[in-house]
Nanobody, 124 residues
Framework: QVQLVESGGGLVQAGDSLTISCAAS????????VGWFRQAPGKEREFVAR????????DYTDSVKGRFTIARVNAKNTVWLLMNSLKPEDTAVYYC?????????????????WGQGTQVTVSS
């Protein structure tokens, strides 16, 4: 089992950068693929990015490609989401999630463990 805690959210202006973190506790963090999702008010939770167990495989939804970077350091039990050129439409609660499937998809239902979320607000 793994427990996930997100941090680093906040209020920024359009065009700014922000890095949010996902700290994991529990055993064998390196055996989990990790995804970032976000949920805006009144909308469904959506996939943002994912990273494989050792960090070699990454995947991004089209709207964040070239602006966001997902990274992990297993020795620190941490996954980061580096967000550049933020837009008001990036405003949401951001969640990290973990799955023991290396080939996990973008589907919410395939992730077994979730953090509590961190709010990111981008003003125009």
């Amino acid at each position: 089992q793994v427990q996930l805690v997100e941090s680093g959210g906040g209020l920024v202006q359009a065009g700014d950068s922000l890095t949010i973190s996902c700290a994991a506790s529990g055993r064998a963090f390196s055996s989990y693929a990790v995804g970032w999702f976000r949920q805006a008010p009144g909308k469904e939770r959506e996939f943002v990015a994912r990273i494989g167990r050792v960090g070699h495989r990454t995947d991004y939804t089209d709207s964040v490609k070239g602006r966001f970077t997902i990274a992990r350091v297993n020795a620190k039990n941490t996954v980061w989401l580096l967000m550049n050129s933020l837009k008001p439409e990036d405003t949401a609660v951001y969640y990290c999630a973990a799955s023991q499937q290396e080939g996990v998809s973008r589907k919410v239902s395939e992730y077994d463990y979730w953090g509590q979320g961190t709010q990111v607000t981008v003003s125009s």
